[in-house]
């Protein structure tokens, strides 16, 4: 199945026969190898306008390719395509495993954790990451691909006026057809297929979205997501973590996403702000797992600074941060103690207390999504006008506020374990929170974060003075 001259009638018929007589045998029978320092595998689902740029990090991972230290797997949904590829990335090439051509759309729960369930049994090792790539809109779950004209939804347009229109016109990985731009009038151009595939169908003049299929209107919302880190985490993994969770997707670095996989992995890489086109820099993250006996931290923190290497000398319009997601919940018991503590101040003097937040909310660093806004820019904006004499003597608890404040800096600081970020987003710490200032989304209720914590209660109180 590995050679090249198969063509991809052939490619077919012999994948599968070999899902017939094999793939449940390789799926559910862990093998016989000795297990390795890491396994990586990347989800990636490519059925939509980031198509081209996944053959780039491909051709990215195959510089190091697997070795004694690590493995580099690919789960591959690719345009037009029913099903899904599987590959083994080893040194200058991509090794075909099998291609199963079903009519699933990659974004179940159960597409998801099979694809790491053969992963971790086909290429054991001693700790493991999950990479999502495509497009990401954060914690929000769009209503995509019910009405013929995303204008025509008000939950639809809502987003779409909420992101900073410029990067959306030149930003392909913030760009969903249906749903931020209108549909697309002609193809993208071609580009030339990398020497590096062993055997590909994968078009490159087609249309990439947490995970976007633009073709057939289907995305994995947060809940979905939260049910195949679960079935990992205690079916496949037998109760392990996940070492490493990596988001290569837009706006997905956000306390409520942090706080729910805080379950299933050790620690989550993903960016506050969109990411362009071309994602991580896959090079020099692979070369230091291939080449140490790298701990998930420094596996995390190898992600961020090979972001930033990438990408600093380029533009200053870019995140990346690594967080220890156990701490996640030292962030939430202190965001909860600062609401029940603005709540006290609210009872004797409720305008003046809400100004000053409504003041620290615009002054706080907000991104592409207005709605998604810095935690520790908020704090520390806060922070400042609980300082003026003025203030202190309407807000007669205001020393507390900004105790607790203080506290709520260093949990931050204390979580994110890496932090880049270019010039014109210097105040990104690492850690976004939604707070809208008009309309709270409906599917922002249904997450962990918002049942489990204070902080739907107060911005719901809060909005009729923003």
């Known amino acids: 199945m590995k050679k090249q001259n198969y063509s991809l009638k052939n490619l077919v018929f012999f994948s599968a026969l070999y899902c017939a007589t094999t793939l449940f045998y390789t799926d559910l029978q862990p093998s016989s190898a000795q297990p390795k320092e890491w396994t990586i595998l990347v989800y990636v689902q490519a059925n939509n306008n980031l198509a081209s740029f996944a053959s780039k990090n491909f051709t990215d991972m195959a510089e190091i390719g697997s070795n004694q230290n690590l493995n580099i797997a690919i789960q591959w949904y690719q345009p037009h395509d029913q099903g899904f590829w599987r590959y083994k990335i080893n040194k200058g090439k991509m090794e075909l495993d099998v291609r199963l051509p079903t009519t699933s759309d990659g974004n179940s729960d159960k597409d998801l954790s099979d694809a790491m369930r ?271 004499k003025d203030v202190t003597q309407e807000i007669k608890q205001a020393n507390d506020l900004k105790t607790i404040l203080t506290q709520g800096l260093q949990s931050i600081e204390q979580a994110v374990i890496a932090n880049a970020a270019g010039n014109t987003l210097s105040r990104a710490k690492g850690i976004s929170i939604y707070f809208p200032r008009h309309h709270i989304d409906d599917s922002y209720q249904k997450i962990e974060f918002a049942k489990e914590s204070k902080w739907l209660h107060f911005i719901k109180e809060l909005l009729p003075s923003l």
Request: proline share 3%; with cysteine; net charge neutral.
């Open 118 to 388: 053969w992963a971790v049994n086909k290429y054991p090792a001693k700790n493991y990451g999950l990479i999502l790539w495509d497009h990401g809109i954060g914690v929000l779950d769009p209503a995509w691909g019910r009405l013929s004209s995303f204008k025509k939804d008000a939950k639809i347009e809502e987003f779409v006026c909420n992101l900073d229109p410029e990067m959306v016109k030149n930003n392909p990985r913030i760009q969903i057809e249906g749903l931020t731009i209108e549909e697309q009038d002609k193809l993208f151009t071609p580009q030339q297929r990398s020497p590096l595939f062993v055997h590909s169908s994968h078009h490159e003049n087609e249309h990439r979205g947490i995970l976007f299929n633009e073709y057939k209107k289907t995305y994995m919302d947060n809940q979905t997501l939260c049910k195949a880190l679960s079935d990992i985490h205690k079916n496949v993994l037998k109760n392990k973590k996940i070492d490493l969770l990596g988001m290569d997707a837009c706006l997905m670095a956000m306390l409520e996403i942090a706080y729910q996989a805080r379950h299933y992995a050790s620690y989550l890489v993903s960016s506050q702000e969109v990411e362009l086109g071309y994602g991580w820099s896959y090079t020099p993250f692979m070369h230091a797992l291939a080449h140490s006996k790298a701990t998930p931290t420094q596996a995390a923190q190898a992600i961020v600074t090979a972001y930033e290497g990438y990408y600093k000398n380029k533009i200053g319009f870019y995140t990346q941060s690594a967080i220890d997601l156990e701490k996640t919940i030292n962030i939430r018991e202190n965001l909860d103690a600062l609401v029940e503590k603005i709540k006290l101040c609210q009872a004797t003097n409720k305008s003046v207390i809400n100004n000053v937040i409504n003041q620290a909310r615009k002054a706080s660093l907000q991104f592409s999504a207005q709605s998604y806004v810095d935690l520790h820019s908020f704090y520390q904006e806060l922070f400042k006008l609980l300082s003026n």
